[in-house]
């Protein structure tokens, strides 16, 4: 089946679906979304916290003595890499290998837009996915609106100074709701027939991060402004936060934004899921009512 499918019938996996970084941004709305719909959930994290509807287990990618339980009776994973890992292929195929042996029969793997099959980081392990597994998929969405919401950088120098700092320059970026993702995800993991593709998610608009200042501006009442970093200055900015390495892939990431690498709309968030993707003014008044 190619990006080109369309939303199906779900049929009800036999075991359980377990979920890799179930309280993270994608994580917990993909178990969330899975137990509404009465599927079996493992819910890992590594303190093993509790998830309505799900079964809490313990699971590091760096400590394979909590791989085997989490495992138990899981027939599919959908799978977050390690935070910051420059090398997640090393980390996470010997769990995969393991995953396969223990029953696993189907994989979602969150990678990104920005990184092919193939590229650098979690691209290699897009690449190793289809020899490991019959079925599969993996989501590479664009940026998330909840980057501006939630905990990530963007969203603190919101709040705490009224500016968002990027080397993105006039970039637009399909950006797309994390509601959303987890909504593909579902699909892609309990569909009757696996996507065995990768497939490209975007928000329903392209918007450079000045639209996006402009946006939470009107919303919100408060001015938000965008400053513009050169490359330097942003791979700089970001090293006294994460490793060298890694900050130089982020920097590059806003640097091909910059070069209009992200400005692009796909409709796969509609057909696998048969519903249109929310729109950023949409997802931030959603999210400063729950708030």
Request: proline share 7%.
């Amino acid at each position: 089946m190619t990006a080109a499918m369309t939303a199906t019938a779900a049929t009800p996996p036999v075991g359980a679906t377990l979920v890799i970084g179930a309280t993270g941004t994608t994580g917990g709305r993909t178990a969330a979304q899975l137990t509404t719909a009465g599927h079996r959930v493992k819910a890992a994290s590594r303190r093993a916290t509790p998830v309505p509807g799900a079964e809490p287990v313990p699971f590091d990618w760096y400590d394979p003595a909590t791989h085997a339980a989490a495992l138990g009776g899981a027939d599919r994973v959908y799978l977050i890499p390690p935070l910051g890992e420059s090398d997640p292929a090393a980390v996470m195929l010997p769990f995969l290998r393991r995953a396969r042996s223990a029953g696993v029969r189907r994989a979602v793997l969150l990678s990104s837009s920005a990184i092919p099959e193939g590229g650098p980081g979690v691209g290699a392990v897009h690449r190793a996915l289809p020899d490991l597994f019959d079925q599969w998929a993996v989501l590479r969405p664009s940026w998330f609106m909840q980057n501006f919401t939630g905990t990530h950088a963007h969203a603190a120098s919101i709040r705490e100074d009224g500016v968002i700092r990027t080397a993105t320059g006039s970039g637009r970026v399909g950006f797309v709701d994390a509601e959303d993702i987890a909504a593909t995800a579902v699909r892609a993991l309990t569909d009757g027939q696996a996507p065995n593709t990768d497939l490209v998610l975007t928000g329903p608009q392209a918007l450079s991060h000045d639209d996006v200042a402009t946006i939470i501006t009107e919303v919100t009442g408060r001015p938000v402004v965008h400053h513009r970093l050169s490359y330097e200055q942003m791979r700089d900015r970001l090293t006294a936060q994460v490793p060298t390495r890694f900050a130089a892939m982020l920097a590059g990431m806003d640097r091909a934004i910059a070069e209009g690498a992200e400005d692009r709309i796909t409709d796969t968030v509609r057909r696998l899921t048969g519903r249109a993707p929310g729109t950023f003014r949409a997802v931030l008044e959603r999210e400063m009512r729950s708030t």
